[in-house]
Every structure is written in structure tokens, then in C-alpha cells.
């Protein structure tokens, strides 16, 4: 079984500090994205990236980046949170073929006062 | 931009009742999957549909991609409190087929 982890459940920031939140992903998945989920929305593309230090933008880049230095970390970095970045984020992976399932991790609920 | 709208939005029904949830796009996509989630869990695929028109049944639920690859809809027969959660529709762009466009969400509560 895919296993995505995600490095928090939880976590309370407050506003301008910056914020890593760490994926792991065990299925050597080329593909690995971020999403947040908010009520009524979705989920909403933040980034994605299909290889090892590759990168695009999704929907909703700003004020986020991304790291990806091995094929089986993706770092989502908040540069300096503001409090309408208080969310539940999403990390999920896939192989890098057409139509394929993504497999998402447990989520972590992001608090920014 | 693609959207994918899902209705209802909300559903609280009781055990035993059938219901149908809808995802509609003016939009064609090359495949569209369903997820369903649990509190405190991520998403978690219930079935992929690829051709148009195409019919898949999981159990008490038939999932049914629209001719077009406009829409598709999620059909629970006799529903159980287990089928509790939120179901997520999700289409694949046909240029961009890594990626999936995510539906608004259909929370789906059903008691004993």
C-alpha cells in the first residue's frame, strides 16, 4: 500500500513566521502535489511537481514555494503566513502516468494567529 | 480554468434511502475519478471512469461517466451510517492528464 505522510496534524503559527510543511511519500510516485482544503472549495492546487527539483504553480501559488530535493520529500513553505493562509493542507502523489489516482496523506490543520 | 460544480452540497438522509450525488463541468475531461474522505483522513479513490457513457459499480454504488466527459454522478442504493463522509469528484484535464481539477464536495450524512 501507498503510504503519504505527512509531518503534522496540527500546527499553530503565528502571522509573518515562516512555515515548513513536510510530505513523504514510499512509492517512488514521480508525481507529488499540495492542495488546501477549505469548506465549500475543495481542494485547490497550491503546486506540483512531476520530478526531482521540478516545480509548477497551481492555482493558488501565492505565497507559497516548494522544495523538492529527493523524489521522495515535497516541502511546502509558507514565506511569511498571514492568517487567511489557516487551512487544512494536502499532500498526494501518483505515478507519472495519464489518469492515474492520487494517494493523499492524513492532512495537517494549519493555524495561523 | 476548468470547474467541476457537485450538488448537493449538503445531504443528510436516513439508513436505507437512496440518494444521488451530481459533478457537472462545461468542460470535457480525459478521465473522472471519485473520492470519498473521513474526518481527520485524506481522500481516499473510489473509482475511476474513462469512457464516455461508461458504467462502474462498486457494491451499492454505480458510478456513471457522462457521454460527453462533461459530468458524471454517484449513485448510492440503500444507504448505510458507513456511507458517511465527504465525496469528492475529480477530472483530469485531457492536455494535462497528471494533474486533476477538484469538485466543490458533497458531505453525506446518513443515520441509523
Known amino acids: 500500500d501507498v503510504k503519504v505522510t505527512q509531518s503534522s496534524r496540527y500546527l499553530v503559527k503565528r502571522t509573518g513566521e515562516k512555515v515548513f510543511l513536510e510530505c513523504v511519500q514510499d512509492m517512488d510516485h514521480e508525481n507529488m502535489f499540495w492542495y488546501r482544503q477549505d469548506p465549500g472549495l475543495g481542494l485547490r492546487l497550491i503546486y506540483f511537481?512531476?520530478?526531482?527539483?521540478?516545480?509548477e504553480k497551481g492555482d493558488i501559488p501565492e505565497g507559497y514555494s516548494v522544495s523538492r530535493e529527493k523524489k521522495e520529500r515535497f516541502s511546502l513553505i509558507l514565506e511569511s503566513a498571514s492568517t487567511n493562509q489557516t487551512s487544512m493542507y494536502l499532500c498526494?502523489?501518483?505515478?507519472?502516468?495519464?489518469?492515474?489516482?492520487?494517494?493523499f496523506g492524513d492532512g495537517t490543520r494549519l493555524s495561523i494567529l | 480554468t476548468q470547474l467541476l460544480e457537485q450538488s448537493p452540497q449538503f445531504l443528510s438522509i436516513q439508513e436505507g434511502e437512496n440518494l444521488t450525488v451530481y459533478c457537472n463541468s462545461s468542460?470535457?475531461?480525459?478521465?473522472l475519478q471519485w473520492y470519498r474522505q473521513e474526518p481527520g483522513e485524506g481522500p481516499v479513490l473510489l473509482v475511476t471512469?474513462?469512457?464516455?457513457?461508461e458504467v462502474k459499480k462498486l457494491k451499492r454504488l454505480t458510478f456513471q461517466f457522462g457521454d460527453a466527459r462533461k459530468d458524471s454522478s454517484l449513485h448510492i442504493t440503500a444507504a448505510q451510517p458507513g456511507d458517511t463522509g465527504l465525496y469528492l469528484c475529480?477530472?483530469?484535464?485531457?492536455?494535462?492528464?497528471?494533474?486533476?481539477?477538484f469538485g466543490t464536495g458533497t458531505r453525506l450524512q446518513v443515520f441509523p
Open positions: 511537481s512531476y520530478d526531482v527539483k521540478m516545480k
Open positions: 468542460s470535457v475531461f480525459s478521465s
Open positions: 475529480a477530472g483530469a484535464p485531457p492536455r494535462d492528464t497528471d494533474k486533476l481539477i
Open positions: 471512469v474513462v469512457t464516455g457513457g
Open positions: 498526494a502523489s501518483s505515478l507519472g502516468l495519464s489518469n492515474q489516482p492520487q494517494h
